[in-house]
């Protein structure tokens, strides 16, 4: 990968993004909002239907923040990095960098580097958080690489669910995503992190398209606590994201659900690690990945069991489909146990879209599209259960929309 | 106007060469019934029908309701009213019973410019056709055919056919794996759906689902050729006689 041929930093004013950051989407600029409809993501409807609060992100610097208000009435802090720092610098100081230190690995220490925003969430004690919070983002301007990052930190007790959805648009250079996650989660505190994203995956002859190598970690840092991840990738020219757990607290809970997707010549290399430290310690990791046209699908999973970890539990099962005869599906567990008395559970599978499943189906109606569209949801289904309801319904339209011409 | 006419149909499945040259009239309010011994192309007349593409026409002419079927996709001869009850159902999994045929009956709906009909709407129909065949609400919340024993599969195929209410219904072996209360609830099912705009062409080697089913007219299929036509009558002495003579009979016709 050529690093020099980037430039790390869009900064806000250069371009056609907008950058007040105003109370209200009506001090939007109007061309961000068109470009949200297009991609059939309209805020507006978000905010009236879902009651999701929306932080919209373009180019690494936050736009706007809605239902300031309510969340406030509760104590819920979420906003824009860059306003947690003037206001709540405590708390970011305590856990900025806990989870993901800036020496954990290359892109992380970029992004400690360079990080220009991001989302910041804080959810006091028992405060179960009432919507879902979201953040959009948008690698705007060519050659920029997108670095932001995001802290959520949920006290003890409480409850958030978050969903990070990415587009962007038809761009010919190669841009980075470098994005670091980190979640804590105190006693008997739960996060629930989804994303459904969908970045520019290249061309149909592989040229182009978005690098997207994030660093998601979460720390269940008290006793109960349970942290979750979600995923639908469909896009990026090429993934690297391992959404981790490091099941630190006794009796805490890690989960791990994935669809990944990769068509003509994307690449993903994707999967989790669950880290058993703390006593009775449960870990459950669904991955489905789809590989079509030359993709090449790798799911690459370490669960570690440590030395003190007693009583600990996985579940993993790894499913790979592939559509056609130019794709490949590759997987890579690591399971390193240290101590005896843990139980663990691994299960995988390769098919493929038999000639005789499409028969099937179109012999009832449905067109041949249709059809691999719906054999793909049947397979994810154990995934999209587990996305809120708005990102399940986009989930299912995305991979329809991303296996377009796979079918021959 | 005949609702089926084949006219010297020829198809190949991997370049051997299983129909040669079939000739059917089928009209609608008929049943018609395929017999023959193994090998001699039943199900490739069926698939072939159902327009499966790895089963090739090299020659030959099918007009279906006025049109020409072998310009048809399998999903156009499905939503003109062609309906096949497979041999050997598959799974979907992930997919439920319910949401897979009302997905089938709003895609044929739509294709004839008819409203769509949402869950709650379904509801009604679906559960009819389910009392009808016997079948527990319950499987219907399951993946296709995931888990189903041979007969349920079976079953599940009639309540599809029931459904969705096809002009031509094709049943490829629907008696076969089926134990005597499933055969006779399947038949039942198959012989309600009889009526004057309807045709049905059974496929099969035993004479018992046409104690149920009584044909109009029975074909004997033997090397890819009809070889024989008849009444009811023609079933019940293949019961008795079996196909060998028929077999001696057409090995000695073929050109050399």
Redesign the interface.
Known sequence: MEAQGLSPLGVAGEGASGTEVGTSLEELDPEILRTYEKLGIPIEEQKHLAGVAVDAVFDSVSVATTFKEKLAELGIVFCSFSEAVQKHPDLVRKYLGSVVPYTDNFFATLNAAVFTDGSFVYVPKGVRCPMELSTYFRINAANTGQFERTLIVADEGSYVSYLEGCTAPIRDENQLHAAVVELIALDNAQIKYSTVQNWYPGDKEGKGGIYNFVTKRGKCLGVNSKISWTQVETGSAITWKYPSCILQGENSVGEFYSVALTNNYQQADTGTKMIHIGKNTRSTIVAKGISAGHGQNTYRGQVKIMKGATGARNYTQCDSLLIGDKCGAHTFPYIEVRNSTARMEHEASTSKIGEDQLFYLRQRGLNAEDAVSMIVNGFCKRVFRELPMEFAVEAQKLLGVSLEGSVG | MSLLEIKNLHVKVDNHEILKGINLRVNAGEVHSIMGPNGSGKSTLAQAL?R???YAVTTGEVSYNGKDLLAM???E???EGI??A?Q???E????SNAY?LR??FN??HK?RGLDEIDAIDFLPLFREKLKLLDMDEKLMNR?VNEGFSGGEKKRNEIL?MAV?EPKLAILDETDSGLDIDALRIVAQGVDAMRNPERAIVVVTHYQRLLNYIVPDFVHVLVDGRIVRSGGPELALELEEKGYGAMETEARHATPA
């Open positions: 159902a499966r593409e790895t996709k399998p999903e001869a499905a939503c309906f096949m497979f050997y159902p598959v979907i999994p992930g997919i897979f997905s089938a895609a044929i294709y993946s599809q969705l």
